[in-house]
């Protein structure tokens, strides 16, 4: 299992515990952050408990993958706005973010998601990071792209697309 805290600026990213659940369920069920993807958005706080108390064991079902998932903490007042996801297979991770709607667009996903990437490289050995999305997601788009990833081909399921990054 690999729990990492890690901090920026602004920001303390911790491990996803069941316990979060209670405190973003609210921000979570905001129907704005799940536009392309509505049918992965939690129903009940039950069913968040659950999601987060699987990540909280970290258990891969795949024997080769890891998984490190962080819920993002302004360090100014303690509110909790928004997630981070990495599955890492081998030298490869691929990168999911969501920023509850009330903090957008202050460059919050952007320096959350250098610290993650940062923390991939030098603790994982990570050498490419990896963002699909569906190609109407223009704020995924401009933060793929605004933290230096290209675009590579169309995604595995078809119709997203997929953005890579090199870690140096
Ligand atoms: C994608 C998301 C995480 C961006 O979070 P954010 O904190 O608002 O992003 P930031 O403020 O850090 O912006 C990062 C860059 O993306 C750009 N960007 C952010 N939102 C944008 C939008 N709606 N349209 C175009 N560009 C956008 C910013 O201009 C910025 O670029 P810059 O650094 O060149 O100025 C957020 O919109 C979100 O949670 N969306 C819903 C969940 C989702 O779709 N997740 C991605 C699944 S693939």
Not at 90 to 113: C, D, T
Request: with cysteine; charged share 25%.
């Amino acid at each position: 299992m690999n729990r990492h805290a890690l901090t920026t600026r602004r920001l303390g990213l911790e491990p996803v515990r069941e316990a979060h659940a209670d405190l973003v369920f609210a921000q979570m069920s905001d129907t704005r952050l799940w536009t392309y993807f509505a049918h992965l958005r939690p129903g009940t706080l039950e069913d968040l408990r659950a999601l987060y108390r699987r990540w909280e064991r970290g258990t891969p079902t795949q024997p080769d993958e890891t998984w490190e998932n962080w819920l993002c903490f302004l360090r100014a007042d303690g509110a909790g706005i928004g997630s981070l996801q990495a599955t890492i297979r081998g030298q490869a991770a691929l990168l999911a973010y969501a920023i509850y709607v009330p903090y957008q667009r202050q460059g919050y996903a952007r320096e959350a998601a250098a610290a993650v990437l940062a923390h991939l490289r030098s603790t994982h050995r990570v050498k490419t990071a990896i963002a699909e999305m569906d190609p109407r997601n223009e704020a995924s788009i401009g933060l793929a792209q605004s933290l230096g990833f290209v675009r590579v081909r169309k995604g595995q399921r078809g119709t997203d697309l997929t953005y890579e990054l090199t870690l140096r």
